[in-house]
């Protein structure tokens, strides 16, 4: 089946530093990619969307300078979070889907364990 | 808006069998998901209904209902492993997924 791929699993930084997480469509073209924040006991907060080849576009209340996204190939889209504050430690999953599957269930990533200190 | 509702927890006992609800209102409708999530993970595909009834995979089966903005997921045959949360997400008229916010089921011994 379709595989997402996130990379690093868990990531410790210290404040004001940038941090860079992969993901990763292993045997699909990933046409979409989604970026979710999910704080302790609460549910997935979508951040933000990403098309291949175009800006993503962001949810209100993230900022697009802060979470930078990039979705330059089929299979990759990054996510850096930029001057890190103790504040966006959270748990971060990608999720990924391709052209003309809509309706089908999305496939996630593994998640990023972010800590900032 | 838009709006997802299940219970925060519920807790059950292994063997027996469970049913977690959901409740939706959005702006149209293309189906409904449901996903497990373990602690620290991220969550995993269970389910998709589209059209009214009940689905069912092995041991977990989901009921839909459009006309009252509902379903449910049944577990039975509860495990211990299937302590988990359990996340109901509505698909809208824009191909975006709504997500609740999650039952945390909780099964003892």
């Known amino acids: 089946g379709a595989v997402v791929s996130q990379h690093p699993s868990w990531v410790i930084c210290k404040s004001g530093t940038s941090v860079k997480i992969e993901c990763r469509s292993l045997?699909?073209?990933?046409?979409?990619m989604f970026w979710y924040r999910q704080f302790p006991k609460q549910s997935l907060m979508l951040m933000a969307t990403?098309?291949?080849?175009?800006?993503?576009?962001?949810e209100q209340g993230v900022e697009k300078d802060k979470f930078l996204i990039n979705h330059a190939s089929l299979t990759l889209s990054t996510l850096t979070v930029t001057s890190a504050h103790p504040e966006d430690s959270s748990f971060y999953i990608c999720?990924?889907?391709?052209?003309?599957?809509?309706?089908?269930?999305?496939?996630f990533g593994n998640g990023t364990r972010l800590t900032v200190t | 808006g838009q709006n997802i509702d299940q219970p925060t927890e519920m807790t059950a006992t292994e063997g027996a069998i469970v049913q977690i609800n959901c409740t939706y209102q959005t702006s149209g409708f293309n189906g409904l998901f449901w996903y497990q999530q373990h602690a620290g993970e991220a969550p995993t595909f269970l389910s998709y209904?589209?059209l009214d009834g009940l689905e069912e995979k092995g041991r977990f089966s989901s009921f839909l209902s459009r006309s009252k903005g509902y379903s449910y997921l049944l577990l039975k045959e509860l495990q211990m492993k299937d302590s988990a949360s359990y996340l109901c997400a509505v698909m809208d008229s824009n191909y975006q997924l709504i997500w609740g916010a999650g039952t945390k089921l909780i099964i003892k011994p």
């Open positions: 045997d699909f073209q990933a046409t979409t």
């Open positions: 209904n589209v």
């Open positions: 990403s098309n291949e080849g175009s800006k993503a576009t962001y």
């Open positions: 999720s990924a889907k391709t052209l003309g599957q809509d309706l089908s269930p999305l496939h």
